[in-house]
């Protein structure tokens, strides 16, 4: 693998992964500039690090002395700054190349997967900055406790590796966790037979590796790597959870390693999901050698990511946030949902997410979200894919009636904000799924409740 440059710019910095990639190379003393569409919070607090940020894109916001380009999944090729780049012959990178290039020299413990990547990698990082010391961490989300990405000083680097782009296989891991493989992303990859074969492909590559034998698709990989370390709910599984009780927003389970009980857990996150979550980060702190007695009393401390079943407001309504934009996730959400509060009435707000997902996985949306009282679906939020004819939010909607669920479509933020108002009564749970802009409704949603009984 080739090596950085000194002066890197990065166009779309203001995304949650490109944001953390500039904060380890300013922490790795690169001179670093980047861009994006729009200004936001998280462009004005790059500058206040160090990084030299642009609102909006233009061939004038790369320095003469610039070395690399790294972009990002949503940045098409003719953006007049790749373009001037590509003429200057200044080196082009995606984000996770790039990211490998500054950890060429870790230990890479990389969690991969079509779910559960960022909590998982929060809680393994928590856990490791907890025993290990200053490891190194780089997070698809925001969390309160520590940032979202630090270069560290520690021979460890935990990473959330995304596989959107194709590009994860770049990356050779010292331990490779894989959460889940489910259908995503074929845009990218033609098929899901593909996407299985990236990350079979990621797995071999790591000199360790680590499977949760609650996923088919990811215990299937047993046959290529016998020695893998397991963990799940499954009986076979050498890290497996039990007796698993669940109440609000905590879960307790014991914990059992190759059939012996260790101890109890409690973990303030509902869910089993969020237990296979806890198992997996659990395992990437055995594989750095940190005792898993000791671990588990640390888990009642485990932070929480932001988005990930959030909850906003708890006064007689209850409003929770979640980033879920996959059928699988919103199933599991709900379900979480279901066992910590089981008295409740719930309303679930989905905003579709891409277009392409949308077409392919209408029918599979509608039968997750089906498993609420009352449904809206709003129209799809784009990301960086243009409008598919025939493809709306209307189409989960309907999916969810056809279902024998209870459902609404309405276009915009502002129409499901007001049709969520003459909706909910107190006591209600209303949860805001999706990995658009929908956090904003969620939001409101929560101040306008704020007084509610």
Not at 18 to 35: C, D, F, I, K, P
Not at 296 to 311: D, I, T, Y
């Amino acid at each position: 693998m080739t090596q950085l440059g000194k002066q890197v710019h990065l166009v779309g910095v203001g995304g949650e992964g490109m944001a953390g990639l500039a904060t380890l190379l300013v922490q790795e003393g690169y001179r670093v500039s980047g861009s994006d569409i729009r200004a936001s919070a998280r462009l004005w607090s790059l500058a206040s690090a160090g990084v030299e940020v642009y609102e909006g894109h233009g061939p004038d916001h790369l320095a003469p002395d610039t070395t690399d380009l790294v972009y990002s999944a949503a940045v098409p090729w003719d953006n007049p700054e790749v373009q001037t780049a590509a003429e200057r012959e200044v080196s082009l990178w995606s984000r996770l190349p790039a990211l490998g290039s500054i950890t060429r020299s870790r230990q890479l413990l990389a969690v991969v997967g079509t779910h559960g990547k960022t909590t998982v990698s929060t809680w393994a990082t928590h856990l490791l900055r907890t025993f290990v010391g200053p490891v190194g961490h780089y997070l698809g989300g925001t969390v309160t406790e520590f940032p979202a990405a630090d270069v560290g000083s520690d021979p460890l680097f935990v990473a959330e590796v995304d596989e959107s782009d194709g590009q994860f296989t770049a990356l050779r891991a010292e331990v490779a966790l894989l959460t889940a493989v489910d259908s995503d992303h074929v845009e990218t990859y033609g098929s899901v037979s593909c996407l299985e074969n990236a990350f079979r492909a990621f797995v071999l590559r790591a000199r360790r590796a680590v499977l949760c034998l609650d996923d088919p698709k990811a215990a299937a990989l047993r046959s290529s790597r016998p020695d893998a370390f397991t963990y799940g709910l499954h009986p076979r599984a050498r890290l497996r959870a039990v007796g698993l009780e669940h109440c609000g927003r905590w879960s307790t389970f014991e914990v059992r390693l190759d059939g012996s009980r260790v101890g109890e857990a409690c973990l303030p996150a509902p869910g089993v999901h969020n237990v296979q979550n806890a198992l997996g980060a659990l395992s990437l702190g055995m594989m750095a050698g940190i005792p898993l007695k000791d671990m588990l009393g640390e888990l009642g401390r485990a932070p929480r990511p932001r988005r990930r079943l959030e909850v906003l407001e708890e006064n007689g309504y209850l409003v929770v946030d979640d980033y879920a934009h996959h059928p699988r996730e919103v199933s599991a959400g709900l379900s979480a949902l279901r066992e910590g509060w089981p008295d409740r009435r719930m309303v679930a707000v989905f905003q579709p997410h891409r277009y392409t997902r949308t077409a392919r996985l209408a029918g599979e949306f509608g039968a997750a979200l089906a498993e609420a009282d009352q449904v809206l679906v709003t129209d799809v939020y784009p990301a960086f894919e243009s409008a598919m004819p025939g493809v709306s939010g209307a189409q989960v909607a309907e999916a969810v009636l056809s279902r024998g669920g209870k459902a609404q479509f309405w276009p915009t933020l502002d129409s499901t904000g007001e049709a969520v108002a003459e909706l909910v009564t107190p006591g209600d749970l209303v949860v805001c799924f999706g990995a658009g802009d929908i956090w904003r409704l969620s939001h409101r949603i929560s101040q306008a409740l704020f007084f509610g009984g």
